[in-house]
């Protein structure tokens, strides 16, 4: 009879440690914010001429989510549909956390 191969264990990688956590309630505001606004880290370190078009185009979607949300930019339907495909496409976060959030108030 054939001896069946044996297969070794495999050692799973060291998974990294996250970094500790915000430690006060204003950094994990801030780390919050950057979070939920992915260019606003980028706009502050280079201004907003530094931006690439793709970061551009981020921003500026990112700037409308809400006002399209509420209804206060009209739109026609197609048009729409296809800022919501790009939305979705980018991954943009749809509720944001404003600058300087106060938490309890």
Do not use: M
Not at 22 to 42: A, C, F, G
Not at 45 to 72: C, M, N, R, W
């Amino acid at each position: 009879p054939k001896a069946k191969a044996v297969t070794k264990p495999s050692n799973p990688e060291p998974k990294g440690i996250p970094g500790p956590g915000p430690e006060t309630l204003n950094d994990r505001t801030s780390q919050r914010y950057y979070q939920t606004n992915p260019v606003e880290k980028r706009i502050e370190e280079a201004g907003f001429t530094g931006l690439t078009p793709a970061e551009k185009k981020v921003y500026s979607y990112t700037k409308l989510i809400q006002p399209i949300a509420d209804h206060k930019i009209p739109l026609s339907n197609k048009t729409e549909r296809e800022y919501w495909k790009q939305v979705t496409k980018e991954g943009l976060p749809i509720r944001r956390l404003r600058q300087g959030y106060c938490w309890g108030k």
